[in-house]
DNA sequence: CTGAAAGCGCTTACAG
DNA sequence: CTGAAAGCGCTTACAG
């Protein structure tokens, strides 16, 4: 910057004021620097800039697991409403560890940055105060109960209840719900969801944890199957899960719809031609995002936000994968 | 600092010292300035760190796009290697846009950072200059022919070559390559494959390239089909694009394998079981992720590594999308 | 083994 | 409308 404000002839403030935009420069002079920018092949220093400024124009994003493509959607929607006001995403892994939540936390933290947002671990130490720190923190996908912040959720008791009444209307009453992990606020949110509507039928709740992935997903199939050989039915905690049922069916030489019906809870583009097409809880992960992101920068302009939950609602996509059950003496019986 | 060095009786730059383990302390004022860490609650700013240090702990992906599950992979992958070398990984989206790409590291290059990964854009106008600035600079996935910087991709015209083959031994002559985007290096290293085994074989080959995104290869396959109703099988570009194909092939009242028999490039985990498996090439990502970043790791070193094509070989896992092809009349004959 | 000084590249008050 | 001074929080030489 020196060197710029040599060559055009001015001081090192005056080509900082051109730079930023902001303050009274005359048009001669602006001209001047912007033309000895270019001369001298400035390049801004943005660590000089935080320095000084004491905050960073960059937001972090802690997720769980880059490889799940809900959280990748996200980051992407995300990014796009922050490129857009010259904000920095900073994606940080968690791993879905409490350790290394903090770890990666404190990392981010000392970047000073303007911003951050949240989907918390499966069991999060993360206090109020440890995101006070912040300034701006907003929690998204799942929330912490306890937590003065804003968290940004889908309606996952009433979509997972519909869900669930979906396969009750087809005359299903044996319903595994294949959860996450127990602890997380999205199992017990949508757990709570399936327990209410099947309790409303006057059916027995089948419930099976798993870490949420395919591969957890996929091993506990035979072991839920084993355990209540009469499951008609079953619902996958998010895509991996559903996922892994399928591959778990496939294992133990059941087909879908015609053994097992399936409802999937968050979309993956190849749910749509899966042979049968998956019927499924869409997640609104685009706007989940741009909420997220707007009340991000709501705290960043001092602009007040409910702390707690702001719900978007999900959609119910009804394709194929669920018919009426077969007779009872089907598997073995014939 | 100068809170933690006042509080242990001792100098800003002992503290320092003790901070980075680096230079001689005597244990005692080591342990006197731990406790005045602690007492103070002191946290590193990694600005201030960074500007002295005129380089910033942190390396930057530039990726074309997360949601694809390859580039989700490999960020993955990479993020472990660095995180265990105390490097952030900052990820950085191109939007597989020329103008994006360069802005995007215009912005990492302000940070200041160790190194630098890059997936490049389709038709990238980035120089060995543009990557010279970033010290160490590998490119990953995709490679940029002129370019003397090293290069971690898979072995692309094999593998194509080989997945064309197990359409060929399988009785098909009319086999569909459906690519990327025209001037991608992915591209043209997976065409050059498919083109030599066709032409091997002595067929025709019928090549028609998307903008790698399953929408994309979706809509293009009805056109496809229209140009060359006797098309029997199809190789998919990337797993969005095999996805693609698969939609499209429904959309149009085709089964796959009966109809149609397909080979995908890149594994994702639903075509494990998906109703059949598909026969697919299955990239090593987590090896390329952690050579590309090992690479990293040895420039910042100062170890010297060859410019040019570091190449980890892919696998066909054959599954059971490849049957033979139905009689010729079996298409509006009957 | 420890410290006083200088400076990384900017921006923030404060003058004029 | 423009500039001289100070300082953000560290680390890098250089002394001792």
């Known amino acids: 910057m020196k060197t710029v404000a040599a060559h ?23 001209a001047k620097v912007l033309a000895a920018v270019t001369a001298v092949g400035y390049r801004p220093n943005a660590v000089g800039r935080s320095l000084r400024a004491t905050r960073t124009p960059m937001v ?32 940080l ?26 989907a918390p671990a499966v069991h999060s130490s993360l206090t109020t105060e440890d995101l006070a720190g912040f300034g701006a923190a907003v929690l998204v996908s799942r929330s912490l109960p306890d937590l003065a912040v804003p968290s940004v959720v889908t309606n996952e008791p009433e979509a997972m209840g519909e869900a669930t009444r979906s396969l009750l209307d087809a005359g299903h009453r044996r319903i595994a719900a294949v959860l996450g992990p127990q602890g997380a606020s999205t199992t017990s949110r949508r757990e709570a969801g399936y327990r209410e509507a099947v309790g409303a039928a006057g059916a027995e709740p089948l419930v099976f944890y798993t870490d949420q992935t395919g591969a957890g997903a996929r091993a506990a199939i035979p072991h839920a199957l084993r355990a209540h050989p009469d499951i008609t039915a079953a619902i996958g905690f998010n895509a991996p899960v559903t996922e892994g049922i399928l591959a778990g069916l496939r294992d133990v030489g059941l087909r879908c719809p015609q053994d097992v019906s399936l409802v999937g809870f968050t979309d993956a583009p190849w749910m749509a ?6 019927t499924v809880v869409r997640q609104p992960v685009e706007a989940m995002g741009r909420l997220a992101a707007q009340l991000v920068l709501d705290l960043v302009d001092g602009t007040p936000v409910t702390a ?13 994968s669920v018919v009426a059950p077969a007779g009872p003496t089907r598997r073995g019986g014939e």
């Open 8 to 30: 055009a002839g001015v001081s090192a403030q005056t080509v900082s004021r051109v730079l930023r935009g902001q303050g009274y420069v005359s048009e001669k002079t602006r």
């Open 60 to 91: 972090g994003l802690l997720i769980t697991d880059i490889a799940n493509p809900f959280y990748a959607a996200l980051h992407k929607s995300i990014e796009a409403v922050f490129r857009r006001r010259g904000l920095t995403l900073m994606l």
């Open 93 to 118: 892994n968690s791993d879905d560890d409490r350790e290394t939540e903090r770890q990666q936390l404190e990392l981010l933290r000392s970047y000073r940055p303007s911003g951050l947002l949240v």
């Open 273 to 278: 031609f899966y042979p049968p097409p998956i």
């Open 308 to 320: 707690g939950l702001h719900v978007v609602p999900s959609t119910l996509l009804r394709r194929e």
